[in-house]
């Protein structure tokens, strides 16, 4: 997705002779940039050989060989991931890659964000690379994300229906995309309407993944495992979980940094929730301090990482990430 001030492909010219940079944290955008990069790259050589690698299995040596221009009889894309851990000799090799790039090779860097590797992409920023960013969208954001994803299927929708699925799947962009492109192709004719979305995702993103992030951020035990075993028994998907969990805890995070600050719309505004969902969050924050929303970020990210393939059983993972988050919200 090329959002509001980020490059697009053609503005940096051939992709040939050129270091760039992906950076952030934001994995689709991330991984749309790659794709964007070495389609645009085959789209001029449709001959080019392209290798990924991640910067973890690599060394200065490495990096030289597979970008030296007489080691290649034709154009060539390399797409260098996990720039963060680089090493020193790695990093002293990108640096002098960004300074003399190799006319027929397209060197993609990686950095996932976060500020390890800060040092070397801040020489890459000096050296005036071209930079793809994929920082994760605000809040007010998203509804703009769900218009241009629709955009992309062909089809259309107002920025109500997009505020609708957004409130209805929260923040995570795989899943939005997905849910865009689940609508797209079951409207008769290219417009996503709001009985489309409500018939789509009643009883299971708004109802099943919400619900269970509620009743958990509440101390509810027992009805979070009950609706968590009928989402999972009917077919949600364990992203939307993790993620409408997420959701729930970004929320009283940043409820929580701003409390006693403007009135309800713009709270709401800040937060990044409809105006209704105030009163929800104020009532479930009341349970909630910074260590215990510390706590359940974690809780979350490991649950998200289990469910994405870490670990071989999701439904598991799930009920552990519900059991402990509510654990603590109903500690005095």
Request: with cysteine; glycine share 8%; net charge neutral.
């Amino acid at each position: 997705m090329a959002t509001s001030g980020q490059p697009q492909i053609k503005d940096i010219g051939s992709p040939y002779g050129k270091v760039v940079l992906v950076h952030g944290s934001e994995g689709l955008l991330a991984d749309r940039a790659i794709e964007d990069l070495v389609a645009a790259c085959r789209a001029e050589d449709p001959t080019v050989e392209v290798a990924q690698t991640s910067a973890t299995t690599l060394d200065g040596g490495d990096l030289l060989q597979m970008t030296s221009g007489s080691l290649f009889a034709t154009r060539s894309v390399l797409v260098v991931d996990d720039l963060a851990d680089a090493s020193d000799s790695l990093a002293r090799a990108v640096a002098s890659a960004a300074a003399d790039p190799a006319p027929e090779i397209a060197l993609v860097l990686v950095h996932r964000g976060g500020n390890k590797g800060k040092g070397l992409v801040d020489k890459l920023k000096k050296a005036r690379v071209p930079i793809f960013p994929a920082t994760p969208l605000k809040p007010r954001e998203l509804v703009g994300f769900v218009e241009h994803e629709a955009r992309l299927c062909s089809a259309r929708l107002d920025r109500f229906v997009a505020q609708q699925l957004v409130d209805a799947v929260g923040v995570d962009l795989r899943a939005l995309a997905g849910a865009v492109r689940q609508l797209a192709e079951d409207s008769e004719d290219g417009t996503i309407r709001a009985e489309l979305v409500q018939g789509f995702f009643q009883g299971r993103a708004e109802v099943k993944g919400f619900t269970i992030a509620d009743a958990a951020l509440e101390g509810q035990t027992s009805k979070a495992l009950t609706e968590l075993r009928w989402a999972l028994s009917s077919g949600t998907a364990p992203v939307l979980i993790t993620s409408a969990m997420a959701s729930g805890i970004r929320g009283l995070g940043r409820l929580s940094s701003i409390r006693g600050r403007g009135n309800d719309g713009e709270v709401a505004a800040d937060i990044g929730v409809p105006p209704w969902k105030l009163r929800t969050l104020r009532q479930q924050l009341q349970r909630w301090d910074d260590l215990r929303l510390a706590r359940a970020v974690r809780i979350v990210a490991r649950a998200d990482a289990d469910v994405k393939g870490a670990a071989d059983d999701p439904d598991h993972a799930l009920e552990t990430m519900v059991l402990q988050i509510s654990r603590l919200a109903s500690r005095p």
